[in-house]
T-cell receptor, first 114, second 112 residues
Framework: DSGVTQTPKHLITATGQRVTLRCSPRSGDLSVYWYQQSLDQGLQFLIQYYNGEERAKGNILERFSAQQFPDLHSELNLSSLELGDSALYFC?????????????FGQGTRLTVV | GQQVMQIPQYQHVQEGEDFTTYCNSSTTLSNIQWYKQRPGGHPVFLIQLVKSGEVKKQKRLTFQFGEAKKNSSLHITATQTTDVGTYFCAVSDMDSNYQLIWGAGTKLIIKP
């Protein structure tokens, strides 16, 4: 158990809909990262928050947005969903905000768009 | 911009054979991290390399960072079924701006 909690574990929704994925980081971790992993593919970095503020942005679509709340949990919002958005979405957390800190991953949310 | 190539994409080995995955960058790296993802699981941090020429060992796993800090390798001696999974490198350089760049991963498959 990494200490990072993601909910829900599975989500099935229709095209055009909007969903929210939730992540609770490890106790004491200030950074939260979101990644997308399509079937048998690598990890695509979406976005990072550090202590409530956006720190880095990757290949995140305009239809996607995220935020980190004062209690440090984070939410990833996906809207106008398309079939191609079906993927495993991972949240990770780390103590620091730099690229030299170990990241701990949650179990992921598997999103299926039908 | 920063690019990282990880090879091979797949490696099939007999149990007991060795396995190696390579991570190559077009620019000089600040650091490199290695992660393992078991089938159906999530990535798990293995190690971080920072110094030129650094070699670190974890039981049967040996991690190397090239002298020029542009490449790295992960070598597993005498693979076991528990080694099955995908191994990812994640790198940063001076221009990364807090963002790790991930390799595509090497999938280790043990032949039945």
């Amino acid at each position: 158990d990494s200490g990072v909690t993601q909910t829900p574990k599975h989500l099935i929704t229709a095209t055009g809909q909007r969903v929210t994925l939730r992540c609770s980081p490890r106790s004491g971790d200030l950074s939260v990262y979101w990644y997308q992993q399509s079937l048998d593919q690598g990890l695509q970095f979406l976005i990072q928050y550090y202590n409530g503020e956006e720190r880095a942005k990757g290949n995140i679509l305009e239809r996607f947005s995220a935020q980190q709340f004062p209690d440090l949990h984070s939410e990833l919002n996906l809207s106008s969903l398309e079939l191609g958005d079906s993927a495993l979405y991972f949240c990770a957390s780390s103590v620091g905000g730099g690229v030299d800190t170990e990241a701990f991953f949650g179990q992921g949310t598997r999103l299926t768009v039908v | 911009g920063q690019q990282v190539m990880q090879i091979p994409q797949y490696q099939h080995v007999q149990e007991g054979e060795d396995f190696t995955t390579y991570c190559n960058s077009s620019t000089t790296l600040s650091n490199i991290q290695w992660y393992k993802q078991r089938p159906g699981g999530h990535p798990v941090f293995l190690i971080q390399l920072v110094k030129s020429g650094e070699v670190k060992k974890q039981k049967r796993l040996t991690f190397q960072f090239g002298e020029a800090k542009k490449n790295s390798s992960l070598h597993i001696t005498a693979t076991q079924t528990t080694d099955v999974g995908t191994y990812f490198c994640a790198v940063s350089d001076m221009d990364s701006n807090y963002q790790l760049i991930w390799g595509a991963g090497t999938k280790l498959i043990i032949k039945p």
